[in-house]
């Protein structure tokens, strides 16, 4: 059941303890509000881009790249024709005239997008939710708010699930899905109602199987995997922290 | 010494005004299969909540008498700690599922990572309990793409690594097919020829008849009657209480073919044998 | 009323995995047990049967209109389906309004819906229950209600997915009371279930599935008298059957009262 962005492998970056990686999107997502310009945003998406092709993802980052690419188009489109800086036009398309200010702007915004998405995706693409829960709780994140995360996970193919089989039940007793707006709003409570309700009771069934296997216990928890951090983490962690501070004095000195 | 002492308990739930349990008492011995059978809302399902303190701890309401599970006094006892010494398996396989492991072999874990046991001492509990339930090769499975039958295995298996003594069942095959309720059925007896002390609400009193030590029929919240499924199925007067009997055992009745001691069979090996001679005698 | 004409039928969800591989069969009014293993492709078959799913080769035809050219909403009104679990069905907080639902969305008027919907409650034995909220009900009364629910649209078929879990002795005969009286009354009544106790005593015709095809298709008593056939697809006889067959009878019996009355019988005649 593929419902988390997961892509299973085994470079460096996968063998990566889950802390060394927050840290790095951190970093990401801090030196891409400090870096001013254009050109070093780009290097910063270029670097993040390369450390993501030595984990073997790329494809699914292109993937979601191209997903939020309508995004980036209309920071352009936006930013080029009405940004109140706007003075020089650059470019003519029939009555609409995009001036050069405003698509810089919208270059920086797009970059911004794409160096969140990247920090992000350095973590999310390479760490297993469980393994990324666990090491967390391990560092004393209540083991409570771990597994409600990671049932959160799981849990939405589960309830699309139960939508189709209550959309069925529903059509099945006469009940029309398609048309007019007017027709989809009246079949909404006939489809919210069950699923809330099969959800709740799917609930109150869990916890009671979670309460008999100790949930509530307040013991301190062990742990089936090793946690393993590879040698390698602290000199990342270090690099890391040191591109940070140097991106950060850049802006001070810069300003 | 019995594993499961229950005197006299009496309970209902909250908003209600009807005892749902109304002067249970019985014992179980160490190793027995008891089944639990009876209508709907006899109380079944309510008593093996009791027998691990879910009643009252989880659903409050208003309790009396006394239930002794593994020495330890239920009522006394919080959830966790009594679940360590008497596991619970449930009717619906896929509510048992944690939902936070993505592996067969991970799931089992879970019980054992709460209650703090130590890591080699995991290992090994988790092969034996998988391997006893067949369920070693599917290990890297997600348990959400099991079948009914395996899914309940796992929560079978899931309960077992916490090593209790006693095991109970809440109408465990509701929700499968033959062959998943063969293979449940199969993994309980096992269980139990290896030592367990098994208590199952079922509905197939066929299958109770034929494997479990002593049956223990509720109606209305009262114990109707309690003893080896011989005598408990021979009674007069269950069908009319709503409580069903095997089929081999209503025909019997009709045909007055009785065992030496006066009871009924109430499986098909027994009833061919008594039916069998009977049938040579008419005939001969 | 209704005929059901299915004609080489296949479907997959994903393609590449065929779940019901060609089949071909004829429904006619009457009582008709579907059997067999889960993942054999029961569910499957009985949601083409109401156009919840469409055929990826082949046809249902429903009284000569296929199910291909009509949307699930208008084939509600011949054929309708009782799924397995209520919980995925029950929204309205009051029994009345939730069997009203049905005859409501085929267009009958308010006070045609109550009738029916009253008339429906009282067939499953929820009179009382009429104006209770349907999870103050016990689970297996809330099954009744989804039971009642598509009584009260007075489909010329029923179909009913395994009503008889976690019902009682009580339940079952209730629910097997109702296919009956829907039998007598001249319609077709599809029950998917894998009580063969309950198969054996209400339906005259069982349909086997195995792997996405019919294994078997006959009268009741035929298909229970073929063990090795029932093995094969993973299913037992009922247990008196079995006893029969074991003492020898030549005509093994599919219910206790059959058995006895063979056995009288029997002995009678030996004595002579």
Known sequence: ?255 | MSVIKVENLRYRYPRQTELALDGISFTVEPGEFVGIVGPNKAGKSTLCQALVGLVPHFYKGAIGGRVEVAGLDVHATPVAEVSRKAGIVFQSPFTQMSGAKFSVYEEVAFGLERAGIPREEMLRRIEWALRLLGLWELRDRNPFALSGGQMQRLAIASVLVMQPEVLILDEPTSQLDPAGTSEVFAAVTDLCRQGMTVVMAEHKVDRIAARADKVLVLDRGQVLAWGPPGVVFSREGLEGRGVAVPPVTVAARELGWQEPGGTYPVTVEAAVRIGGAALGRDQG | MAEIRVNDLHFHYTPGVEVLRGISLTISPGAVAIIGQNGAGKSTFVRLLNGLLKPTAGEVLVDGVSTRSTTVATMARKVGLVFQNPTDQLFKSRVLDEVMFGPLNLGLSQEEARQRAEAALQRVGLTGAADHNPYDLGLAERKLVTIASVLAMETPVVILDEPTIAQDMTGVRQIGAIVTWLRDQGRTVITITHDMDFVARYFDRVLVFQDGQVLADGPAQAIFAQPDLLRRAGLEPPQITVLGRELGLPDPPLTVEAFVAQVRDMAKNGAQ
């Open chain 1, 1 to 255: 059941m593929q419902n988390t962005l997961y892509v299973p492998g085994n470079s460096w970056v996968h063998r990566l303890d889950p802390v060394s990686k927050i840290l790095l999107t951190v970093v990401g997502l801090v030196l891409t509000f400090v870096l001013p310009g254009h050109l070093l945003p780009a290097l910063l998406l270029a670097a993040m881009l390369v450390l993501l092709g030595t984990a073997g993802v790329l494809r699914r980052v292109w993937a979601v790249f191209a997903g939020v690419a309508l995004i980036a188009i209309t920071f352009f489109v936006v930013q080029g024709l009405v940004y109140a800086g706007n003075a020089t036009p650059a470019l003519t398309l029939g009555p609409l005239t995009f001036y050069r200010e405003g698509l810089l702007l919208g270059l920086r915004l797009t970059f911004r997008l794409y160096n969140i998405l990247a920090s992000t995706l350095i973590l999310i693409l390479t760490t297993r939710p469980s393994d990324l829960v666990e090491s967390l709780v391990r560092r004393g994140l209540p083991s409570r708010f771990g597994y409600v995360i990671i049932a959160v996970l799981q849990i939405i193919p589960i309830m699309v699930e139960a939508a189709g089989r209550i959309t069925d039940a529903q059509r099945s007793r006469g009940m029309e899905t398609e048309g007019s707006l007017w027709v989809r709003m009246r079949a909404f409570i006939p489809l919210m109602g069950p699923l809330v309700t099969s959800s709740l009771i799917a609930t109150e069934e869990r916890a009671l199987a979670l309460e008999v296997r100790g949930f509530a216990s307040n013991r301190k928890p062990t742990f089936l995997n090793d946690e393993t951090i590879p040698s390698y983490a602290w000199p990342v962690r270090i690099a890391a922290l040191a591109v940070l501070l140097l991106g950060i004095a850049g802006r001070v000195m810069l300003s």
